[in-house]
């Protein structure tokens, strides 16, 4: 069949390290001792869960890992999957293999999509995305985290991920987490799928909770004119 075809052809590609769900690129990062809660925010994903696609984008330091860990942690009863991108994840086998590795279960074996069609055009290619679209339909519902989508810049594997959030089953959900907007293929989706995107202004401390924070960081209260300085600066966010 095609389908056995696909399956010989991806065992036969040069393979990268799978990562497992154990690995650390796939492990959710914990929050750090010092964060304080978002419950604000986490209401906010919450109601995402209903759509395929949420976004969080703001610069470095914002503290979009922290919020969605926390956020991860506080849903022991969801399926949550992470997957930290770095540069070398543009490789479309690579970011592939992460992701068959990220939903399919611990010892399930092994499943092959076909080799992507556009390796030199750095893309999985339309049939590689509709295999990987029914890997989705056959798993348990996942909510998928992909953070430092950055890494990705100018990437074509970017088109593919739009097509992919446009296209999984209604018990997959994606969040994107960027430094970098990438404002054309999420105006879509806002159109589409009423998407929720958090940004740098979402992250920002108020007052008293930058107040809990430093006192957590540095061990002592701080006054109100160190507090008003940081908060002046910007420089709270996590």
């Known amino acids: 069949s095609s389908a056995d075809d696909l399956n010989r052809l991806w065992m036969m590609r040069p393979r990268p390290a799978i990562l497992t769900a154990e690995s650390p690129m796939t492990a959710i990062p914990p929050p ?139 018990h997959t959900h994606l969040i994107f987490s960027s430094r970098i907007d990438y404002g054309l293929g999420w105006g879509r989706h806002r159109l589409s799928h009423s998407l929720i995107e958090l940004r740098q202004s979402d992250l920002a401390l108020d007052e008293a909770a930058s107040a809990t924070l430093l006192e957590r960081i540095i061990g002592a209260p701080v006054s109100p004119r160190t507090l008003s300085a940081v908060m002046e600066l910007s420089l709270i966010h996590i």
């Open 32 to 170: 750090p001792a010092h964060a304080v809660e978002r419950p604000r925010l986490r209401s906010r994903l919450d109601a995402t869960l209903n759509a395929p696609l949420s976004v969080v984008v703001a610069p470095a330091g914002s503290g979009k890992t922290v919020l969605l860990s926390q956020w991860a942690t506080s849903h022991p009863d969801v399926r949550v999957i992470w997957i930290g991108l770095e540069q070398a994840d543009s490789d479309p086998r690579r970011l592939l293999d992460h992701l068959l590795s990220a939903v399919l279960p611990p010892g399930h074996g092994t499943t092959d999509l076909g080799r992507p069609h556009a390796v030199t055009a750095r893309a999985f290619g339309r049939p590689v995305l509709e295999s990987l679209v029914g890997v989705f339909r056959e798993h348990p519902p996942v909510v998928l985290v992909l953070d430092d989508l950055q890494h990705l810049a100018g990437s074509p594997l970017l088109p593919d991920l739009w097509w992919l959030a446009d296209n999984v089953p209604e």
